[in-house]
Nanobody
Framework: QVQLRESGGGLVQAGGSLRLSCAAS????????MGWFRQAPGKERDFVAA????????SYADSVKGRFTISRDNAKNTVWLKMNSLKPEDTAVYYC????????????????????WGQGTQVTVSS
């Protein structure tokens, strides 16, 4: 069983930056694709970014491309999401997730294929 715990959310002004962390425990996630998703009130859970096991392959939603960066350190069993140039529309609860089906393909953006989830961390961007 994998437990995921996000941290690093908070309140930031538009144009600011935050770095979210996702610490895994219970089992190593070094062979899993890891993803970040977000969900705003009353909206669907949306794909943000994903990274393959080695970090050599990443994918991003068009809305965050060029502003967000996903990275990982398998020795620390941790994944990060660095968010720059934040906008009010980035406000949401951000979730970390593990896709145990594939290790090398980071292109699956459907939240339903991810097997393990964290509890989420709130990001609020004020205008």
């Amino acid at each position: 069983q994998v437990q995921l715990r996000e941290s690093g959310g908070g309140l930031v002004q538009a144009g600011g930056s935050l770095r979210l962390s996702c610490a895994a425990s219970g089992r190593t996630v070094s062979s899993y694709v890891m993803g970040w998703f977000r969900q705003a009130p009353g909206k669907e859970r949306d794909f943000v970014a994903a990274i393959n096991w080695s970090g050599s392959n990443t994918s991003y939603a068009d809305s965050v491309k060029g502003r967000f960066t996903i990275s990982r350190d398998n020795a620390k069993n941790t994944v990060w999401l660095k968010m720059n140039s934040l906008k009010p529309e980035d406000t949401a609860v951000y979730y970390c997730a593990a896709d145990t089906t594939y290790s090398n393909y980071a292109g699956r953006s459907n939240w339903r294929v991810y097997d393990y989830w964290g509890q989420g961390t709130q990001v609020t961007v004020s205008s």
